[in-house]
């Protein structure tokens, strides 16, 4: 005998999906909750004076925030393009494009140095220091996160509805207010789920920016990097923990208000 | 450069387009005021010739031009951009912007011309009320039904004040009761439009009520143009006549009498010597239960009742004479002559009731 559905919920689900989603989910809350149950929660106050947390955790999120404004700014054009033009060599650009998706961040950090850097390909014509600034850990950020964005926007480009954009030209619209008026709305619920990841991806950035970024206090230690010194410099798991718990507060409150608010509305659009 | 905006124009298409193996050679025109409607079936083109004069696809020979001012001309290597033709397009499935109020949607052409802000909400009201539209302004186009969204297409069309107005199948997307209420609201803001208007459509009731010049499509070509009457009346090939109903024979006269293609013969009266077409009207016939006796009628065949169905206040009988005949009777008829499919019938008409005129093909 069949449940009777409640509402608008269509063909229930599959009593064999339920099994492996069941591990996944495991495998993804498990170690999450560990850190929770782990956490000295009573020599919180005294960790949090110890290692500058402050300072850390307002260069993570405001240069995470920068990465995402970046990563709008350059990488909407960038999908764009690849959802549209066409041109020699765009399968190679878009390979190019997801590199940073499989490269180890480590190998990005020593790449941007090798391009950016004092004797850098490109940074050896630019007047000014990019290693060991927060405009570099935010590059750095934005080299790792952007990928993130362009795969997701160039996919909502790519199936976005040519029908709107036909009818906003006959309407006597440029190709520019039919791509900022028409397009880019109507494609919105993939931009936010694009800057969300793009964002998370950011604000939890640790190899490239270590790299790169170096770990000067209150300029490019951001909270992952200074996690991982005190649990590898100075050895302290227990405070390692600590200062990871508001990373992880941050990180769900901002997920789940922005999923509630952007990315459920993306299907129907 | 600015679209032609208000000035009034003639269209002029005189264009070949090829898509995928299949060519569409149209040569039309239509004067200011005048509403062409391009009828035909489906995958005869139409959209296409819609597409090529919006802009949205390119001709491959031809030119289309508004007046003097040229459109896409491949031959003198010109094409204009749709943003810059200044041709306004009514999609079939309307297409308003699902992000912008009704309001919005109306007022992106006065925008997309460069009017601020304020006053191309003004402009868009304005259309919104002599479309009888105003309560609906501040929805969001998800909230319309679908004769509202297409109202609301026809506004949003107008407002950007194009020198020629395009219809794609404006009622296809339509249920029926809905359909008829927009038909006549359309048909009177398409007579204030001073601009020329082509629709395209495979319906020839849209066309004939909407429409002044009717021209018909048919594998690619133009093959019957002219008035609804005159399409109506006078249809010039099998498939134009099966569309408005008439039943069409080929034959060749000779004084006032028609020796029909696969035998027969009809008086047709001022029937033009050489080959001819003859239309009938299904309702020019008279159903016998039985052989008639001499009668004044000058045509008289039988055959076999195949199948009825009925149409409006009228049952359509499709007969197998000598050759496959409509006949359109009554209710009434049909239950006084005991109709039904396989009675044999006889059927007359008068030779005032045929019209015999040149068949051009031939």
Known sequence: MSRRPRGDERGGTPPLLVPPAAVGAALLVVPALALVVRAPWSRLGPIYGEYRFWDALRISI??????????LLFGTPLAWILARAHFPGKAVLRAAVTLPLVLPPVVGGIALFYALGQHGIVGQYLGWQIPFTQF????????????????????????????????AATLGASRWRVF???????????????SVLCWARAIGEYGATSIFGGNIAGVTLTMPVLVARVFQVSGDPEGATALSLPLMAVAIVVLVALRDKWLRSAPSS | MAAIGAVVVSLHVDAAVSRGGFTLEVNVHVAPGEVLAVLGPNGAGKSTLLRAIAGLIGIDRGEIRLFEHVLDAPGRNIFLAPESRGVGVMFQDHRLFPHLRVVDNVAFGPRARGVPRGQARAEARVWLDRLGLTRLAERAPRRLSGGQAQR??????????????????????????TRAEVQGELREH???FEGPTLLVTHDPVEAIVLASTVAVIENGTVVQQGTPAEISSRPVTSYVAKLVGMNLYRGTAQAGTVQLDGGGVVTAVEAPDGAVLVAIRPSAFTVHDAAPRASSARIGWSGTLRSLAPIGD????????????????TPAAVAALRLAPGAPVWLTAKATDVAAYPDVAR
């Open chain 2, 314 to 329: 009228r049952v359509r009988l499709s007969v197998d004479a000598e050759r496959p005949v409509l006949v359109d009777v």
């Open chain 2, 152 to 177: 609301v297409a026809l506004a949003r069309a107008l407002a950007a004040a194009p020198s020629a107005l395009l219809l794609d199948e404006p009622l296809a997307a339509l249920d029926v009761q």
């Open chain 2, 190 to 192: 398409l007579a204030e």
């Open chain 1, 180 to 194: 900022a008026h028409v397009t880019v709305p109507s494609i919105a619920p993939s931009l936010a789920a694009g």
């Open chain 1, 136 to 167: 570099g850990i935010v590059l750095a950020g934005t080299f790792v996160s952007m990928p993130f964005l362009v795969v997701t926007v160039e996919g909502a480009f790519r199936s976005a509805d040519r029908g709107l954009e036909e009818a």
């Open chain 1, 62 to 71: 405001e240069t995470s925030l920068e990465v995402t404004a970046l990563s």
